[in-house]
């Protein structure tokens, strides 16, 4: 079964920094634009950032200035960096890969932010 597979999470504090990671298969990179949702306690999943297959990136806006996604098509891996974190930024992280045939998710990495 194709899968995505998040890590990086973690508890840091407010005004601290995380990056994630998310690995997926190389028949998948190379054709998927790749994204970053979240979804927190008792809330939907949110958008967080995507980025395109030509490294064209979009970002909510919660997060403009802050978060910076990136795609690295030798490792098959996406990354988001995360500074500045705020309490408001606790969630789970899904990897998204968005393809012709369908989207793909992995099963999530938490990060928890403490005031």
């Known amino acids: 079964q194709v899968q995505l597979v998040e890590s990086g999470g973690g508890l840091v504090q407010a005004g601290e920094s995380l990056r994630l990671s998310c690995v997926a298969p190389r028949n998948v990179f190379s054709r998927a634009h790749m994204a970053w949702y979240r979804q927190a306690p008792g809330k939907q999943r949110e958008f967080v950032a995507r980025?395109?297959?030509?490294?064209?990136?979009v970002y909510a806006d919660a997060v403009k200035g802050r978060f910076t996604i990136s795609r690295d098509k030798v490792k098959n891996t996406v990354y988001l960096q995360m500074d500045s974190l705020k309490s408001e930024d606790t969630a789970i992280y899904y990897c998204?890969?968005?393809?012709?045939?369908?989207?793909?998710w992995g099963r999530g990495t938490q990060v928890t932010v403490s005031p």
């Open positions: 980025i395109s297959l030509l490294n064209t990136t």
């Open positions: 998204n890969a968005a393809m012709y045939s369908g989207d793909l």
